[in-house]
């Protein structure tokens, strides 16, 4: 018995050393898997930021077709990471260099504006810069003159610029009731009623849908990756 006893207390030793190094192995190889998945994130946004300034630079030197291609690549690296706040900026940069699809561009911008939070002063000059790309008169003037009173309402609490953000967004909103003929004070209350111009819960969701026509199959990212308040 006394030998068997101590067979088994050998072997016991031996299950303990190796239930060690099996415990072991699991750490490691845990560790190994998040440096893997944290690794190629970073090297992602690193790849993204030099590609981003060679856009720009190229940009500056006049050859605007290879800073476009550039900024795309910008883009679909940082849609992988869902880098989506960074992905407005370069989505913002391709509206201002592209003269012919700049509306795509912006309307993809203003798409995630919708929902993520972009700085207030950012989202408005995108919306500008779509609303004088409009043909006037269109609904989406008033659209786009609403959402921006609606973030500067909802997003503006404590924005040293936010009266001035205010103001424009109203002129906005104004312009595009005056190029549907509207002039008098009265006349403008009751077609801001009539457009639903008071109701985010009708204007929000109709641009969103103006702003997927405009860009149709063009979209650089994956919507469906998108969440409500990235």
């Not at 913002?92 to 207030?120: C, F, H, K, M």
């Not at 309402?153 to 104004?174: C, D, T, V, W």
């Not at 639903?196 to 009708?202: A, T």
Request: glycine letters at 6%; aromatic letters at 8%.
């Amino acid at each position: 018995m006394t030998e068997w006893t101590c067979v088994l207390t050998e072997w016991t030793c031996v299950l303990a050393e190796w239930t060690c190094v099996l415990n072991e192995l699991t750490i490691n190889i845990a560790t190994a898997l998040t440096t893997a998945e944290i690794c190629p994130e970073k090297e992602l946004q690193e790849k993204a930021a030099t590609l981003s300034n060679m856009a720009l630079q190229i940009a500056d030197q006049g050859d605007i077709p290879k800073a476009i291609a550039l900024w795309e690549e910008v883009a679909s690296t940082l849609a992988q990471i869902s880098a989506y706040s960074d992905l407005v900026t370069v989505l913002s940069n391709l509206g201002v260099a592209d003269e012919r699809n700049g509306l795509v561009y912006l309307a993809q911008a203003i798409w995630l504006t919708l929902r993520i939070q972009a700085p207030l002063s950012q989202t408005i000059r995108l919306i500008s810069a779509l609303y004088n790309r409009v043909p006037q008169g269109d609904e989406l003037e008033a659209l786009l003159g609403a959402t921006a009173m609606f973030f500067c309402n909802y997003r503006g609490e404590g924005h040293p610029q936010l009266e001035e953000l205010q103001e424009h967004s109203f002129k906005m909103i104004a312009g595009a009731a005056n190029a549907q003929g509207i002039e008098t004070e009265e006349a403008f209350g009751n077609w801001f009623t009539q457009q639903r111009l008071n109701d985010s819960e009708y204007f929000l969701p109709r641009l969103n849908q103006r702003l997927e026509d405009i860009v149709g199959d063009r979209w650089l990212f994956d919507r469906s990756q998108v969440s409500m308040g990235e």
